[in-house]
């Protein structure tokens, strides 16, 4: 019984590093069941980033890497690619899209809560989400993720797993209080620093890339205390002291940098729906202690926008030439499609994909909010000052696109919706998995995550033609 206990031990060990098998390659499929034989690591192109991917702190309610077991077929290209003929089928998830002749990121992730733990260990501040998580009521079985993965003591070893598996990037994001206590208010911890050195040398030892997000989630709890955190242009300031000693430190050997994970999820998850820390809303998103769920997202979405553009202008003027890295940010990217074939749902797609994508997109490569939010918002939308619209156009070297599924848009603006669909932040679209009952894609554990490979394609076209080409990495996937 022992040694059955260790074994399964460490065999979830070893999911929680390995978890969802994500494939985006060239290669020609026969069926939705079926890929041709022969697949061979090598026919990849010379520079395919083989990845693995993880979050300092990222708390969920229920798994969000997900099964198919209906891949099946799947499996053994999976092992011959990955050397991993020690693992049976079962011991595995497999998701995979498809897209020839792009160059993707090939990512795992772990399954849920934060690798990390050791909350308060060595230093290390409180962020928003230890205070959230430690909330009755907030998160599931009032779990919290003190322990997780307890990656800050095991991370020798999961670098080796990852090694094993034959990957050679590993996306990791930087928890912010682990390197800044309390902010700008206080010291950088050095013990913070020792950490992430000790992980990005320990992978350049054994072949593998540091992909490296600054901002994924977890903020410092004394910035929300002092004056908000996100909602006030102070964050600003605050988060390229961050970046840049993020920079500083690390910069001689990371090169792929990130700046904020998914900015329109967090305006959308904690200040719209109130699920997220700092857990604001208003009906009828929610029933929030505090909140707008109509005006704080654009507040917060605006200073994550130009906190991403101050730090990248610091990076370009004072380490990117001598460092020689390149930095972006990570968009939350799902497809959609007419729920109905008349015009106002084809004019919802647009819409959709401008209020979750564009939103974040657009005054990054154009210098402005995308016309569909301007006719929709108006007045409402933030204003960019001349210098700003300067400093944010062209922020980025490329863009990260995290993509887990495919959705029906249904126009609101002329059709009766649920409440908050039908109001402006949302663009008047409902979005929903069904149609007539049936869903879109094969069904998952989650409940807008349906199986849609084609989906991964469109969106990857979409954001070619509307950002002109931009260079692309596929960052998260989940079908």
């Not at 990852?162 to 050095?190: A, C, K, Q």
């Not at 690390?250 to 997220?276: C, H, Q």
């Not at 402005?368 to 960019?384: C, K, T, V, W």
Request: hydrophobic share 35%.
């Amino acid at each position: 019984m022992i040694n059955h206990t260790n074994k399964m031990k460490m065999l979830e060990r070893q999911l929680s590093v390995v978890m969802t098998l994500l494939c985006c390659v060239h290669f020609h499929v026969q069926s939705s069941n079926h890929v041709e034989d022969g697949i061979r690591r090598s026919h990849f192109p010379e520079g395919f980033l083989f990845g693995t991917a993880t979050s300092s702190y990222q708390v969920l309610d229920d798994i969000f890497f997900l099964c198919f077991q209906k891949h099946r077929s799947y499996f053994n290209f999976f092992r011959e690619i990955y050397h991993i003929s020690h693992f049976s089928f079962s011991e595995l998830f497999k998701i995979c899209c498809f897209y020839n002749g792009i160059l993707f990121l090939y990512i795992f992730f772990p399954l849920k809560t934060k690798i990390e733990g050791a909350p308060l260990e060595d230093g290390k501040g409180s962020s928003n989400w230890d205070a959230f998580s430690h909330t009755p009521g907030k998160i599931e079985n009032d779990e919290n993720g003190d322990i997780a993965d307890d990656h800050y003591h095991r991370y020798l070893e999961d670098i080796e797993l990852m090694s094993s598996l034959g990957v050679n990037v590993y996306r990791f994001s930087i928890s912010w209080t682990r390197i800044l206590p309390r902010g700008i208010y206080g010291d950088i911890n050095p013990s913070g620093i020792m950490f992430y050195n000790k992980i990005i040398d320990n992978l350049l030892l054994r072949g593998i890339e540091p992909f490296v997000t600054i901002h994924h989630h977890d903020l410092p709890l004394e910035l929300g205390k002092r004056y908000g955190g996100w909602t006030s242009p102070l964050i600003q300031r605050d988060f390229v002291h961050f970046a840049e000693i993020c920079f500083k430190s690390f910069g001689d050997r990371v090169k792929y940098w990130t700046t904020i994970n998914e900015p329109s999820l967090v305006v959308d998850l904690a200040y719209m729906r109130g699920i997220f820390p700092p857990g604001h809303c208003s009906p009828p998103f929610g029933n929030c202690y505090t909140g707008n769920s109509d005006v704080e997202p654009l507040i917060v979405m605006h200073n994550m926008l130009l906190s991403h553009a101050k730090a990248v202008e610091l990076y370009r003027k004072h380490f990117q030439a001598k460092q020689g890295g390149s930095i972006g940010i990570v968009a939350h990217a799902f497809m959609y499609e007419p729920l109905r074939d008349e015009e106002c749902d084809r004019q919802a797609v647009n819409r959709a994909l401008a209020f979750v994508i564009a939103w974040v997109l657009d005054p990054l490569v154009f210098g402005e909010y995308p016309d569909e939010m301007h006719s929709i918002l108006g007045r409402q939308l933030p204003r960019f000052s001349l210098k700003e619209k300067s400093l944010i156009k062209g922020s980025l070297d490329f863009i990260g696109i995290n993509h887990y599924g495919t959705l029906y848009a249904k126009d609101c603006s002329l059709s009766a919706c649920p409440l908050g669909t039908d109001r402006p932040i949302r663009g008047y679209v409902e979005t929903t998995g069904t149609r007539d009952g049936i869903p879109i894609g094969d069904e998952t554990g989650m409940p807008k995550f349906f199986v849609v490979p084609s989906g991964m394609e469109k969106i990857v076209d979409y954001m070619k033609t509307r950002y002109h080409n931009m260079p692309m990495y596929i960052t998260e996937n989940g079908e």
